[in-house]
């Protein structure tokens, strides 16, 4: 301890005068946003300069003895690129705890990505922690645009007790810690930032200034500080460099004062002494904007970007990991490729990553990474599904289930012959056709050269028969082609016996006879098929056809559980008599990338100028209406008179599907967007008044109420995001990537509490096209959040489709989400192996699944949550089909529950119990 001199040279000495003097955690670090108002590859510079300093400067100075490095291993990867000499250096520097490295992978945003990325993101930044030291066991969240309710429970299933928080916090939080509870009870203690992770930024080289900094912080939050407490100031902020005078300010700061014990410190080390007891608590996620922006309007940024997402998301988590996890040997799993895809799912996970609050050509470059892994996936699911077609004990057509209930469901297949299908809907016929053409053997070796090993010589068109004749001028080729792929056709015997003819004869007539038989393209619906399994279809009589007429009072489609009425005035909706779906809100959006702004004198278009009708298919298993509406909407918003200007004629075409048993409606909407500075919302009407939203959310439900709140810096809006669905009133609206969803149409005579405050409608955001990062002014924000720059992206100018989907009165949404925009996959056989025409290969029930893979070194692993207020018990047993599987058909699986580090848990035999809002992660014992 310092003895200190005051101005009148007398000396002062803390302890002796009895004043304890206050801990002031300096906490050195960098926030990295890897791509944001830069690209990438800018920023990597950057970071390449960074790190360099940082390495010789904690190298030579022991004084600055402490770096936390923002939470994520991103960075350091992406240093290592360029830098893979450094390895060993930052290595020494984690291992003596010098710098902090990870958990996270990325800083994410937590409402934009699923569950399970969430999840693989920490999985991920853990392995590449372990090779520098190991991890920093804190949920370090410092820059999250709000936090999700399940985030505790995720943190302590990797065995972590803290979190550290800044935006979302509410005003009811008025510490700078509290107790975080997720809906399951799961508590972690949450360090509080009172003002972010930059409130001790740019630390001047001056201690008096220094001090003085800290006496303005420490009595700005006194209140805020729990007794015994020590001050936490993170010295950092975005892409800021380290500052090689700290050491040295802070021993000079230590010296000229007595009130603050100052300690440049680890966030591990900070935290290990902070008070755990007497802590405010919170159970939930933390959505309010009562002290920071939380930037709402992120959620409805860049639709195409958050579409993509979904896609991605669904395709590896649905469909390539399940079933190459299910159909592949293990030995077959393609670990490798999926790493990649996931890596980067995850990269684009980052918050200005998928909140796209980012230039036009970082946008750019999350949906080409986006597609990648999308490719990848699907590439997985063609991969594992190639199985199947020899496996089976006959010819079929089998629709096959990547999830984890039975599902139904509609699949498209090319059938040969002529006229209608018991049960199918035929959507074209191709007669049978005959051609005659004379070639020459050069013509004919160029075709087969193109054709390769393939025997499909179009959509649908397979050669099923082959047979030459030749005599003194000429070689004649029939081929007949059939709609679907022949058993043992030795396609490339054939090839090679022709090109033997041409060569003997090069100058020979070539007379080639093509005969393709009749073939009808039509659709049909699979009952009931097993989960994680598969069933072949067979012509049946359809339990509940789907019928459509449609005529100068409008369109009408049925079928025994819905009812749906299009309007011919003006292209909306009745669903079971309720009247006013799928009508379109179009307003001036004056914000930004991060907020929804109204122009002070905004202009809004809800009803179309002209409205066209026409039915595209009439059932009986599926009828698509389509309705055309011309929208006059105004073109763009003038910036002096902050109103909307101009106009454009835009068609919006609405293709309104019904599906034979289905309860689900869908609708694609799609438009060329011509207009600017615009939001576009679909309104649904409630069955029934609502007070709350239900919303899918990262391992949970959530629900909220029709109120948000704000703060000084963001006008509260209750616009709040959505995953797959979100329901109310009894309606359940399932959207593939419109995040944001808001109750709106609240009734006037009513105030929050009064027991009669609710909302009528349902308004899903379809786009908001702004064109700006961020905004000067604004009225839903007074001040910028990033840098003022125009953008063109944000303005999604040009061809967009929107995929949505409403039902009434769905209990479990879960199995809708899974197959409202994801068809099964549909395989078809030839026969000649051993597997049963209905069968399953896992069976997994009483809660639903996140994610089905194998870990490596083989074990099937499957994540759970249990979504419910009630205890249910989860049942493993092996499936009903044993050539894919060791085990008893049907017989009880066993195995541990193991952690989010997959670390055992408990061990398990066939079942075991899940609490309300609880996960789990189970790995299968080999037979
Ligand atoms: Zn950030």
Known sequence: MASHYDAGGHRRDAVQLGTARLRVNVVPHTHWDREWYSPFRSFQLRLVRLVDKLLGLMESDPSYGRFLFDGQMAAIDDYLEVRPENEARLRRLGSSGRISFGPWYVLMDEFLVSGETIVRNLQLGLERAAAFGGAMEIGYLPDMFGHVAQMPQILKAAGFVDAVVWRGVPSAIDKTAFSWQSPDGSAVRAEYLPDGYSAGAFLGADAKAFVRRLEAFSE?????????????????????????????????????????????????????????????????????????????????????????????????????????????????????????AWREVVRNSAHDSICACSHDEVGAAVLERYAEATRIAEGVVGRALQVLPSALSAPCHLAVNPFAGRRSGVIELILGGKGPIEGAQVLDERIGLAADLVLTTTEVRAVLSQLGTQDQMGDGAYVAGVEVAEDDTSIAIAVR????????????????????????????????????????????????????????????????????????????????????????????FALNGLAGFNKLIDSGDFGDTYNYSPPEHDLVVDAPEHVDLSLIESGPVRAVALVERTY?????????????????????????????????????????????????????????????????????????????????????????????????????????????????????????????????????????????????????????????????????????????????????????????????????????????????????????????????????????????????????????????????????????????????VADFEGSFELGPHRTATARLAEK
Not at 788 to 813: C, F, H, S, T, W
């Open 632 to 904: 006059r909407w105004p073109q763009h918003i003038d910036e002096a008179r902050r109103a909307r200007s101009g106009e454009r004629a835009v068609v919006v075409s609405s293709r309104i599907e019904v599906r034979a048993g289905e309860q689900l409606v869908r609708v694609t909407t799609s438009f060329d967007n011509t207009c600017r500075d615009h939001r576009l919302r679909v309104w649904f009407p409630l069955p029934e008044p609502a007070d709350h939203s239900s919303a899918e959310c990262a391992f949970d439900i959530v629900e909220r109420g029709l109120i948000a709140e704000g703060g000084p810096s963001e006008r509260p809006l209750a616009t709040y995001p959505s995953r797959r669905f979100v329901q109310a009133g009894h309606l359940s609206v399932f959207h593939e990537g419109l995040s944001e969803y808001e109750l709106v149409d609240l009734l006037e005579a009513g105030e929050p509490g009064s027991g009669i405050f609710a909302a009528h409608g349902l308004a899903l955001t379809l786009l908001r096209a702004t064109g700006m990062l961020s905004r000067l002014t604004m009225l839903n924000r007074p001040l910028p959040a990033g840098p003022v720059d125009p953008l063109e992206g944000p303005q999604l100018q040009g061809p967009l489709k929107m995929r949505y989907g409403v039902a009434i009165g769905v209990k479990n949404p879960y199995p809708l989400a899974d197959v409202a925009f994801c068809d099964l996959p549909v395989v078809s056989s030839l026969g000649g192996g051993k597997l049963a025409l209905e069968a399953s290969m896992l069976s997994v029930s009483g809660a639903e699944m996140s994610a089905l893979r194998r870990v490596p070194g083989g074990a099937l692993e499957v994540r759970l949550f249990n979504p419910t207020a009630t205890t249910t018990r989860v049942e493993l047993r092996s499936g009903t089909e044993t050539g894919l599987d060791p085990h008893a058909p049907g017989a009880l699986l066993r195995g541990q529950l193991v952690d989010l580090r997959g670390r055992h």
């Open 220 to 340: 700005k939050h006194a209140d805020f500080l729990m007794a015994g407490a020590a001050v936490l100031f993170p010295n950092g902020t975005d892409h800021q460099e380290p500052q090689p005078w700290l050491g040295r300010v802070v021993a000079e700061a230590n010296a000229v004062q007595d009130r603050f014990e100052i300690v440049i410190s680890s966030l591990p080390d900070a935290l290990a002494t902070a008070p755990r007891s007497g802590l405010p608590s919170w159970q939930g996620e933390l959505r309010s904007g009562a002290r920071a922006n939380l930037l709402m309007g992120v959620a409805s940024n860049r639709v195409d970007i958050k579409q993509a997402a979904a896609r991605a998301e669904r395709s590896l988590e649905r469909l390539a990991e399940p079933l190459a996890a299910l159909l592949l040997a293990p030995r077959d799993y393609p670990e490798s490729l999926l790493q990649i």
């Open 481 to 572: 082609l059939a709609p679907e792929r022949s058993k043992d056709l030795p396609i490339e015997q054939i090839k090679s016996d022709l090109l033997a003819r041409f060569a003997l004869r090069p100058d020979a007539q070539v007379k080639v006879r093509l005969d393709q038989a009749s073939s009808r393209r039509v659709l049909v619906r699979v009952e009931d098929v097993p989960g994680f399994g598969w069933k072949a279809w067979s012509p049946a009589p359809l339990a509940d056809p789907v019928t459509a007429t449609t005529g100068s009072d409008g369109t009408l489609v049925s079928n025994s559980l819905v009812r749906l009425e299009i309007s011919p005035l003006d292209g909306t």
